[in-house]
């Protein structure tokens, strides 16, 4: 087992990483910019380690300062958490030519899955249903024209090195599909440094649907079930729940056995997610993979009481998994609390917290690195905390939620606790009727 390891990253996920190797005997080192000098992850790690000023590119995402952390600290092992260097596979290799684990993918499977035209390519290998649409890369318009009309409109544009939704564009009609062509492709390559663009058929009605794989490095894999993430804005998720209440039996069984033989067929080894896009019929579809640890782990590690940070660093050390899959037995949701102001267009709200009071209670749990006092700064994503609910059913878990909100009390800046209240009130959400367009028609009331 590993003696020390080092957590590449911030905030929350860095504590949720600190307090699981706190448990296992594990010690713990923590990498922080100037701007998270007084964040909770640095307090709570055994060693810190200061990396850089607040811009990412200077601090985070500088492979060489936190090499030398490691290096310094003789840590045996990086966690990457997720965003950041996560799924970056020259850091992954990196870590191994420098002797120390990376716990997460390898460089060659985050290749091959991190792109999306080869990961598509792959989920066809291993015979997992894919969205109807191009083989790779599409070489010039005159090959996306082509697609289209073989397609069939609604189509969907999409980067291959994309994600947040950038390079994205939905096509309706051929006459729309060369300004949908140029824009996506000048999105793309000043977001990531390249333009190569693929087109599926764009599924309507669609929920996004998530199944939790583990792998080991023996070549077995399991799943823990589904997590419903179709409450989006702007390809961003807002909050989750487990279970679906879309899912049925059959269906769960047949989403979970194509994402555990598409771990198996790749020999995939940690935790992941393969991504689907489900139509209003249950079909599913390939849509990616997430070779890391997802904002979103907590709900299913509630509702199969399962550690999954303490599952990533077992297998990074050689442990084998049971192989058995885990189905969910309680309802759990969770809601991301960004400091943004949902009543101006979800405007970033950063500053100092004045006043803080946390929501507790049977089956409430606080994912958090703020309290009074502290600043949050303008630099990095804007979650600042994930309330997480469990209960016997999903009715329960609403009415939970909606008590643990009316608690949660920040003072000093906005949050989105008002759109998430709102949320557990509307209609169509306690119905469980929505898809991966329900917030363009969500209007915050004042």
């Known amino acids: 087992m590993f003696k020390k390891i080092l957590i590449a990253n911030r905030g929350e996920i860095a504590l949720r990483v600190i307090r699981t190797c706190k448990e296992m005997g594990i010690k713990t080192v923590a990498v922080y910019s100037t701007a998270d000098a007084e964040s909770l992850h640095v307090r709570f790690a055994d060693e810190a380690v200061c990396i850089g000023p607040p811009s990412s590119a200077e601090s985070y995402l500088k492979m060489s300062n936190i090499i030398s952390a490691a290096e310094i600290t003789n840590a045996d092992a990086i966690h ?95 006459e729309n599909l060369k300004d949908a062509w140029d824009s996506a492709r000048h999105e793309s390559k000043a977001a990531f440094g390249n333009n190569d663009m693929y087109m599926e058929k764009l599924i309507e009605e669609p929920r996004h649907i998530e199944i939790q794989i583990v792998g080991d490095s023996y070549g077995k894999a399991c799943h823990l079930s589904e997590r419903d993430c179709s409450v989006q804005r702007r390809h961003q998720k807002l909050t989750e729940e487990t279970p679906s209440p879309f899912m049925t039996d059959e269906l769960r069984e047949q989403m979970g056995n194509a994402a555990v033989k598409a771990a198996e067929f790749i020999n995939y080894e ?65 809601c991301r609390i960004n400091a943004e102001d949902p009543y101006n267009n979800f405007r970033p709200s950063p500053g100092k917290i004045v006043t803080l009071h946390t929501p507790g209670g049977h089956g409430v749990r606080m994912d958090t690195h703020v309290y009074a006092g502290y600043t949050i700064p303008p630099n990095y994503d804007s979650m600042i905390a994930k309330l997480i609910v469990t209960a016997q059913t999903r009715e329960e878990a609403i009415n939970k939620m909606k008590r643990a909100l009316d608690e949660f009390v920040i003072e000093g800046i906005k949050t989105t606790i008002p759109f998430h209240r709102q949320l557990m009130d509307h209609p169509d959400y306690v119905a469980g009727n929505y898809t991966t367009k329900f917030m363009e028609d969500f209007v915050m009331k004042a």
């Open 80 to 174: 990457p958490g997720y965003g950041f260097l996560s799924e970056n596979a020259k850091f992954s290799n990196l870590c191994e030519e420098h002797n120390i684990k990376f716990i997460g993918a390898t460089g060659k499977m985050i290749d091959q899955m991190g792109d999306k035209a080869n990961a598509k390519a792959t989920m066809k290998a291993a015979g997992v249903p894919c969205v109807p649409g191009s083989e790779g890369i599409i070489a010039d318009f005159a090959e996306c024209e082509k697609l289209a009309k073989l397609t069939g409109y609604p189509v969907m544009l999409k980067a291959s090195a994309g994600g947040g939704g950038k390079g994205m564009r939905a096509v309706y009609k051929a």
């Open 270 to 334: 940690g935790a992941g997610t393969i991504e689907f896009l489900v139509d209003k019929h249950r079909n599913f579809y390939f849509m990616e993979m997430n070779t890391r640890i997802q904002v979103e782990h907590p709900i299913t590690e509630e509702v199969v009481n399962y550690d999954l940070i303490r599952e990533q660093i077992l297998v990074a050390a050689g442990v084998p998994i049971s192989g058995r899959n885990y189905y969910p037995q309680l309802h759990a949701i969770e």
